[in-house]
């Protein structure tokens, strides 16, 4: 299907590709991986022949068609369903040409045409994959004038999908869906009848969708059969074979060097020399093999620890002008919460992040915050804040106005930025730069809670793994909007879920969200089961439950951050009791710190006690 050889291609200079080749053979479905501006959709671009290869050629079977999302639907009169439809422009001309045409042989061809591409079943194709990326009825039918950058972006996928190319090109698929999208869309892929080549960065993504993955590194490609997960193990293999071949070679050439050098000036020798500078010439050990390097993130833990709890909400309301949005919540932020937000698009996940954030004032209820708390807010619409002539030097220059140029830059590398990048402007650097720099600004001075709406859209494999390690080693509290499940798995230990105008807690892990999304597409074929008759019952007594329970699970979560601040007392109190310099002072201080240490370890036992008889009787309300 598709044949890469040998190609090169520079940019101002510089070698993106330096005699890259690989083959797709039809039918595959690949991932395509690499660092950010390593060249992935660049190359895209060249098989699309938007580019010029500088050397090398790309060869595509002739009658395949290609298929890929260039930018957003255009903003029409025309509805979301005809803009789809549209996108098969071989069945759109067919059908305009059916309707003039005189011909009687001219017209048996055409709807032989239009039969063989199951022109007679398009609308219902059509709504099905827009229905799986998130437009219900309504909105389909609505002009594409009346939606967002974000949903336009669907609507092109969903037309490229619809269309469906022999050789299907999708560039990041999923930085516009959220969970139920995704989970959608690998679904589809996983079944497209013909070639798919995919960039992404989502490992479940790239695992489950594909069976392929095609690695761009230092200009060249390598193509490997099977998923991520088995790429990078037989990537680790290949590594390790490698550089133990190399450290073999390398020792024989020192072996067979130390000869040299001792025999080359002996006439006796002279000939042994000389052949095992030959066997030195011929070995050539292989190029070391390792990974790319990937900068780490670093988050400033909190200058001060918040009160808890930081934020409380008691039926609060919120929404955009008179429209409410979201309303009835009830809910408690403490500051050692891993919290994830989920909820199909649309369903008020960063109507309630603004609202966290401050940009949103409530509209009814009460929303208490903890005095001092510092919010550190990350959202795509942010990135807007950035100034584009700037360099990042600039910006942080602003945050340190009395440090030393040293310092600035040193910060900068904290936040991942390479040293040519600091002076370069904004508007030059990738998209996962500008989010490093963004998510480097807004941290700078240690807020106790982190929220991230999408922050991995722009960001590589390697630089998702950097994320969660700085989020795991971030003390802070963190709530996540994403559909990256790896990421939420690797960070998170709570679910809240957006859904029927509110925001509540859900008691089960992500696996059980996601075979609740999948089970409710699998049941939308119109008719009610019991298990959907009930489901709003179930979700009302689920609600009381959560509603009795409540008031133990605060008691417990106080609890917890009562012996947390004794325990704190009690280790200050025992450190300064095991240094001997104490007890050379007046024995009064000792006496003092000997009835601390006994008031604090009862206090813990006490509360200790309290802690289980809550914990018990949770359990119990739990299982009646």
Known sequence: MLAVTNITYRIQGRPLFEGASFVLPDGVKAGFVGKNGSGKTT?????????????????????AKIGGVAQEAPATS?????????????????????????????????????????????????????????????????????????????????GVLFSQPDLLLLDEPTNYLDLEGTLWLEKYLATYPYTVFMISHDRDLLNKAVNAIVHLERGKATFYKGNYDTFENTRR??????????????????HLQKFVDRFSASAAKAKQAQARV???????PPAAMFDEYAAPFTFPNPKKEPASPMLTFDNVSVGYGDKVILRHISNRIDPDDRIALVGVNGNGKSTFA???????????????????????????????????????????????????????????????????????????LSGGERARLLLGLITFGGPGMLILDEPTNHLDIDSRDALVQALNDYTGAVLIISHDRHLIDATVDKLWIAQNGTIEEFDEDLDTYQRML???????????????????????????????????RKSIKDAEQKLF??????????????????????????????????????????TEERWLALSAQLEESEQA
Request: no cysteine; charged share 30%.
């Open 354 to 428: 603004k609202l966290l954030a401050g940009e949103l004032k409530p509209m009814g209820g009460e929303m208490r915050r903890s005095r001092g708390l510092d919010i550190a807010y990350f959202a795509q619409h942010q990135m807007d804040s950035l100034k584009p002539e700037h360099t990042p030097l600039e910006h942080v220059i602003e945050l340190m106005p009395n440090d030393s140029e040293a310092k600035r830059r040193s910060r900068l590398a904290q936040m991942g930025m390479t040293t040519s990048r600091m002076d370069t402007k904004v508007n030059k």
């Open 78 to 158: 025309l509805s979301v369903l005809e803009t789809v439809m549209a996108a098969d422009t071989e069945r759109a001309e067919l059908m305009a040409e059916a309707e003039h045409a005189t011909d009687a042989h001219r017209i048996a061809d055409i709807h032989m045409r239009l039969a063989d591409i199951d022109a007679h079943t398009a609308e219902a194709r059509a709504a099905t994959i827009l229905k799986g990326l998130g437009f219900e009825q309504d909105r389909q039918l609505g002009p594409t004038s009346e939606l967002s950058g974000g949903w336009r972006m669907r609507v092109a996928l969903a």
């Open 518 to 552: 999948t089970s409710g597409k699998e049941k939308g074929n119109g008719k009610s089961s019991p298990a959907n008759t009930d489901k709003k019952a179930a979700r009302q007594d689920g609600a009381n439950r959560r509603a009795e329970v409540a008031p133990i």
């Open 43 to 63: 190359l895209f671009k060249l098989i699309q022949n938007q580019l010029v290869l500088d050397g090398g050629t790309i060869e595509i079977n002739k009658r």
């Open 565 to 606: 601040r004794l325990k704190a007392e009690l280790g200050k109190v025992e450190a300064l009791l095991a240094d001997p310099k104490i007890y050379d002072g007046a024995p009064e201080r000792i006496i003092l710190l000997g009835k601390d240490k006994a008031r604090f370890s009862a206090d813990i036992a006490t």
């Open 237 to 254: 293999m290949q590594m390790e074979l490698n550089n133990k071949s190399r450290e073999k070679a390398l020792d024989q050439v020192a």
């Open 278 to 284: 030959k066997m030195i010439a011929k070995l050539k």
